[in-house]
């Protein structure tokens, strides 16, 4: 199957709205935090498109990878530091071929040790807990 033809659920809004007329494109608008992740749960990947985060990553990519779904996304260090070799990375100059050969090429037993991967590297990392902790961290470190 072409990446051009599976099913792309759109959590938030896009400027251009005209992407929502395409047949395999459904555009759920904006949805709660904790809403949106129920939504990417019930998916076996999540796909990041940000064009203007070229050297930092989404809590929201981060967060889908802990919901046990497969993170698609672009590839800077910052994501490959994190995610390894447990992810779909593309570059936006050939956005569509890179996803379909590696989407297609990914068996099932990949990628549940991938998941089970990000699942470990994100509650051992950035959970809230951790994220919490450093940037209480942070703080106090630059009140002195």
Sequence with gaps: MSVK??????VGEVADKEIGKKRNIFMLGKKAYKESFDIIR???YALDIEPNFMCGVHDRIIRSADAGTYPVINNNYMRRDIFKNNAVYYRYDDIDDRIERAINSIDEQKYIESVKNLQNIVNNNYSWEVLLNKIITHYKCYKK
């Design 5 to 10: 033809e599976y099913p792309v659920y759109i």
């Design 42 to 44: 019930a998916y076996k």
